[in-house]
């Protein structure tokens, strides 16, 4: 049994390093980014990545940056997925989209900081890559993805609260088609 666990662990450990590489070539590297939001990002992805999204080593990163998290980064983050998918391969732009996923689902839990900003962000996050993923081709991500925009909109705190339920229950039937 030990064998088969090691051999696991490396293999997914070179999976990982493969598709940690292809996403950096899609994007920059903290150190090349142009702006503070972009550094942070590309370093978020990266970390949510090779944690596998554990919020144990996410969220001390994210706490480091609460100024980060604030009203203009989900339009900021939105605008950011666009461009870089818009300029990546199939493959690359795949991986952007389950990273900023990834991110978005953890930074809905996250619970320090502006709770508001916090889920406008994780939204920002779901819609763009919902934009990114073909439903026919990613269906069970796609179904997640909108699971997970369904209950941002539940909790969310700005706007409407019956608009925001109604949100959340068109993304539910989307999600389950």
Not at 29 to 42: G, H, I, Q
Not at 52 to 69: D, K, M, R, S, T
Not at 72 to 81: D, I, M, P
Not at 103 to 115: A, D, I, R
């Amino acid at each position: 049994m030990e064998f088969f666990e090691k051999a696991t662990n490396f293999l997914r450990d070179i999976l990982v390093d493969a598709a940690h590489k292809d996403l950096v070539a899609a994007i920059s590297t903290p150190e090349t980014a142009t702006t503070p939001e972009e550094a942070f990002l590309v370093e978020a992805l990266q970390v949510c990545m090779r944690s596998f999204g554990n919020p144990q080593v996410i969220y001390p990163f994210f706490q480091e940056n609460l100024e980060l998290l604030n009203e203009n980064f989900a339009s900021w983050l939105r605008t950011w997925t666009n461009t870089i998918c818009s300029r990546a391969t199939f493959s690359q732009a795949t991986r952007i989209s389950a990273a900023v996923s990834t991110f978005s689902t953890v930074l809905q839990e996250f619970p320090v900081g502006s709770k508001a900003s916090n889920l406008e962000i994780a939204i920002a996050g779901y819609e763009a890559t919902a934009q990114m993923m073909s439903h026919e081709l990613f269906i069970g991500p796609w179904g997640e993805s909108q699971h997970n925009l369904a209950v941002a909109y539940c909790n969310r705190v700005r706007g409407d609260k019956a608009e925001n339920i109604e949100t959340a229950i068109t993304c539910c039937e989307k999600g389950n088609d």
